[in-house]
């Protein structure tokens, strides 16, 4: 028995299956407590290293999202953002825009849940098995910045297709150079119809240009980014804002 034990758990780790491993002896007594037949116990088995190998890859994604944090649907209240759709944003919630390649812009003052809403759509498309990578804006533009200065951008562009979805977070509060703004519609330019883009910015599409520069540009961009665009205009008081009022509330 032990030698049996011992090539089993020497197989199952050539084969790759720790979880099985982990596994097949406590479910082999449920097994025989319960009459299951081998096949039930088989069965049972591969189950358990398919959850925990799926399981795996989506932590895995999510990883490689580099989110700053990780946000979701169940603690946004949207009672308090009346003119964000709730509808629409659960829709978008079932990934049907990545598979169109379409893109996501968030549109709204500072504090209102946008990074919130942005975070919470790669998330699910991470859980969903989709490739997501999170940036800020200004961070694009520094890694792409850099990419050129050191003769490496042509080999960066490959990659700027790889992710399914890419998030680019805070667009509009710092303006950019005019290399920057080169670059950035580059890199969107590159993903147009190829891969979904998710936007968050501050500002109304008309003031794009104070913070690109260029009209031409700038326009040329909004018709690339707003083409088959899912927009989401959100408009409220700052979920930040009102945190520290009632902070400070409760300390009086």
Known sequence: ?????????AYLKKLKMPQAAKVYESMAREAVDNSLDYEEYLLGVVEQEIHQRENNRIQRGIRQAAFPVIKTLENFDFKVIPSLNKPKVLKLMQGDYIRKKE?????????????????????????????????????????????????????????????????????????????????LFQFCSARYERGSLIITTNLEFPKWTEVLGDEQMTAALLDRLTHNAHILNINGESFRFRQALAKQSNNV
């Open 1 to 9: 028995m032990a030698v049996n034990k011992m090539l089993l758990e």
């Open 103 to 183: 893109n996501i812009i968030l549109v709204g003052n500072s504090g209102v849940g946008k990074t919130h809403i942005a975070i919470a759509l790669g998330y699910e498309a991470c859980r969903q098995g989709f490739k997501v990578k999170f940036y800020t804006a200004a961070g694009l533009i520094n890694e792409l910045l850099a990419a050129q200065q050191e003769y490496r951008l042509s080999r960066l562009e490959k990659q700027w297709l790889t992710p399914h979805v890419v998030i680019l977070d805070e667009l509009g509060y710092i303006p950019f150079s005019k290399t920057g703004a080169e670059l």
